[in-house]
């Protein structure tokens, strides 16, 4: 009797939600995807700021979680990006916090994604006195992505699209056709065939 004591105590000791958290992450991740990849650009803010207070809802539903946070801090910079302008500045800030949380809680989260995300905020967003640009720390955190995830379509496009960004075209080109490469991933395949189609986009000019 003593082993079935052990097992309902273990029992007992796993989170309820812990298949929930895989079910409400895939619908945040296919969501963003349809926004980020098949809504025309007029559509995109308005159905980003809606997907940010179900991201906010994730995180709370989830607390202690990095996922939750690394994809509420994804949502925030995409927002900002099709926001564009100074009310886009407050939405880094604020993804970056959410990003930052979850770097202190699980760094190897969804496969390093934490460190990709953080990273291409650094080197896209503008530098002081608008904003926390950083390019030092987007190579740091862009390098740390790829040490995890050396296979990934994000952490091969963003570094590829940051080496472009610095000058470097022909390392850049590496990555890139790594990303075109990389393994698909389980129910991400809208966000995998526009992530090529971008990486495809950059090959293009070099």
Known sequence: MKWMVLIMAWVAATPLWAGDLETDLASIQ???????????????????????????????????????????????????????GLGALGLVKDARKSLEAALAIDENALDGSVYTSLGSLYYQVPGWPLGFGDDDKARKYLQKALAINPDGIDANYFFGDFLLDQGEPERARTYLQNALQAPDRPGRSVADAGRRKEAKALLETL
């Open 30 to 84: 296919q969501r963003w995807a349809e926004i980020q990849y098949q809504l025309p650009d007029d559509k995109k803010e308005k159905a980003f700021e809606t997907l940010a207070g179900d991201a906010e809802k994730f995180v709370a539903d989830y607390p202690g979680r990095a996922e939750p946070l690394i994809w509420q801090g994804i949502v925030l910079s995409t927002y900002a990006g099709a926001k564009g």
